[in-house]
């Protein structure tokens, strides 16, 4: 089977037409949905967003996080963290980001963001 994208909210933006018409043959991780719909405008948007999540939960690629997922992720954090290897704000902001990385190698996808 080849690997599928598991898109991370930072791609959505800068290429939002191209992710729309791949969203159904995506993995998408509950944590994307999530930062999607919390800071979605207009009630289409929101509309748009809550179809999105009953296709890919009834397609099986709605990638939701596992307690052990959540627990191994804020080990690894923990870690950089410890060894001082980047500020405190930017850690905080890879938590999600590495998060939805543990979930597309999980999954035997790929990470599909912007690359910032």
Same mark, same amino acid.
């Given at each position: ?6 898109? %991370? ?10 992710? =729309?018409?791949? &969203? ?6 509950? &944590?994307?949905?999530? =930062? ?5 405008? %207009? ?8 179809? /999105? ?15 052990? %997922? /959540?627990? =191994? ?26 998060? &939805? ?16």
């Amino acid at each position: 089977m080849a690997k599928l994208p598991v898109f %991370d909210t930072s791609i959505f933006s800068p290429y939002k037409k191209q992710v =729309e018409k791949e &969203i159904a043959f995506a993995l998408l991780p509950s &944590i994307m949905l999530y =930062e999607l719909t919390a800071t979605s405008i %207009d009630e289409s948007t929101l509309k748009k967003y809550d179809r /999105w999540r009953m296709a890919l939960t009834q397609n099986d690629r709605l990638l939701l996080p596992t307690r052990i %997922d /959540w627990w =191994e992720t804020a080990k690894a954090i923990r870690r950089l963290y410890l060894k001082k290897t980047a500020p405190v704000s930017k850690l905080k902001t890879l938590q999600n980001d590495a998060l &939805i990385a543990r979930l597309a190698v999980k999954n035997k996808g790929f990470v599909a963001g912007d690359g910032h």
